[in-house]
């Protein structure tokens, strides 16, 4: 599925399916407003809201020869980019159409930029936070699938790197492939299903399990998940000190502070708290009739 095909979908469940006419409606200018302070994200998303809502839901009648129905696409003028910082009171797009297609698409309007622009602030929080360290911060696959596309785009202005969208695009040998398949033969599945470009990593959840890992050497990157501090560090240690260069990440950091993790020496650190808290303190908007 396209961005496309999944606003299409939020809209469905929002509109539902009834008949909407425009034919008598006013052309309205909305002004999108911050109600806080934060960093604007997701309004690459506004012009394709817009078009789905009136192509897809709006009939389109045959008028009277002497009253044709006008038809145009709103117009648009953005007064802040996506990843600029806003204020309160701040205007950030100014929207001219017809009425009733901008009051439709409005809920869906503000719930994507209030969403997306609460991960963005967070995570470029957290990366300023990190600015002397090497390490990079990765996302996770803990949030709803149809939304993953806008959160990851939202993330990645924040300045975090995006793992992978789904079991489609990389292989990750998991703690309960472990258990199912034992390492070995879990490890023979992923190079298996392995395509040309495309890495393996394994999750390792003790110092056993990272002997195994290491001597069996056909991963690419090694995951360490829920591990403290000092564990990291040991860990890392004896990865770096294989011939093979290893990618690792950290995982499970629970309430470890992202600059303490750093300093362990890894190469990434994933967390769904980027995604999860970024979501659950999104920017206040509105968006009101000014003309």
């Avoid at 506004?46 to 009648?61: A, G, H, K, S, Y």
């Avoid at 939202?154 to 489609?168: D, I, K, N, S």
């Avoid at 990291?232 to 260069?245: G, M, Y």
Wanted: aromatic fraction near 8%.
């Amino acid at each position: 599925m396209t961005p496309r095909d999944i606003l299409k979908q939020l809209l469905h469940h929002d509109l539902g399916f009834d008949q909407y006419r425009s034919d008598n409606a006013p052309q309205k200018t909305f002004s999108i407003k911050a109600k806080s302070s934060g960093v604007l994200s997701g309004t690459i998303y506004i012009p394709t809201i817009l078009d789905l809502v009136e192509r897809e839901f709006f009939l389109r009648p045959v008028g009277p020869a002497h009253l044709p129905v006008v038809w145009g696409a709103p117009t648009f003028r953005g007064l802040k980019q996506d990843g600029e910082t806003v204020s309160s009171g701040d205007v950030v797009m100014n929207l001219r159409g017809n009425a009733e297609v901008l009051l439709k698409a409005e809920r869906t309007i503000l719930n994507m930029l209030s969403r997306l622009s609460g991960i963005t602030m967070f995570v470029s929080r957290e990366v300023k936070r990190m600015t002397h360290a090497q390490a990079k911060l990765l996302d996770t696959r803990k949030d709803p699938s149809l939304l993953r596309v806008f959160d990851k785009y939202a993330f990645e202005l924040g300045g975090g790197h995006p793992h992978r969208a789904g079991f489609y695009d990389g292989i990750i040998v998991k703690d309960n492939d472990i258990a199912v398949y034992g390492l070995k033969r879990a490890i023979d599945r992923a190079c298996a299903r392995r395509r040309f470009l495309t890495k393996i990593e394994v999750e390792v959840g003790s110092e056993e399990t990272l002997q195994a890992v290491l001597a069996d050497g056909r991963v690419d990157v090694i995951m360490l998940d829920n591990m403290a501090p000092a564990l990291l560090t040991r860990a890392v240690r004896q990865i770096r000190f294989e011939v093979k260069p290893y990618l690792i990440e950290a995982s499970g950091i629970g309430g470890y502070d992202l600059a303490t993790i750093a300093e362990t020496g890894v190469d990434y650190i994933s967390s769904s708290a980027f995604i999860t808290q970024g979501a659950g303190n999104p920017l206040d908007l509105s968006m009101k009739v000014i003309v």
